[in-house]
């Protein structure tokens, strides 16, 4: 069992994965990573999520961002969305994609390229139930 699984929606994320799990190596806390576009390889990602025993999901995701509302809408577990920065809007897009989920979709937004808040975030949620 790992506590947090790492999902990018692509390749491209990587940095800001890296500075996710790097909080959570320092805390010692369990974590797994994939890179799964919620748009590209839908059935991967349902795949994942249906083998995954992870506690909390931190997805990272740029331009429309669909990746963490996608995990959110698909398992009971905490979802925590990091919008990447982009070239055409600045990562406004997946900024107000994120933050933009529809009534029974809850997702957790952190601010843009922040893996290390997401990371934070999950240490604190998986606390939760250790108090």
Same mark, same amino acid.
């Given at each position: 069992m790992v506590d947090v699984s790492i999902i990018c929606g692509s390749?491209?994320?990587v940095e800001v994965a890296r500075s996710a799990w790097t909080i959570l190596e320092e805390h010692g806390v369990s974590f797994d990573y994939q890179v799964i576009s919620?748009?590209?390889d839908p059935d991967r990602l349902d795949a994942h999520l249906e083998t995954c025993d992870a506690r909390v999901f931190i997805c990272i995701a740029g331009l429309s961002a669909a990746l963490p509302g996608v995990v959110a809408s698909k398992t009971k577990r905490p979802v925590i969305g990091v #919008? %990447?920065?982009?070239?055409?809007?600045?990562?406004?897009?997946?900024?107000?994609?994120?933050?933009?989920?529809?009534?029974?979709? #809850? %997702?957790?937004?952190?601010?843009?390229?922040n893996g290390q808040n997401a990371s934070l975030l999950a240490i604190r949620m998986l606390s939760l139930r250790d108090d």
């Open positions: 390749t491209s994320d919620a748009h590209r #919008p %990447v920065s982009g070239k055409l809007m600045g990562g406004l897009d997946a900024l107000l994609s994120i933050v933009q989920m529809p009534k029974g979709v #809850p %997702v957790a937004c952190v601010g843009l390229d």
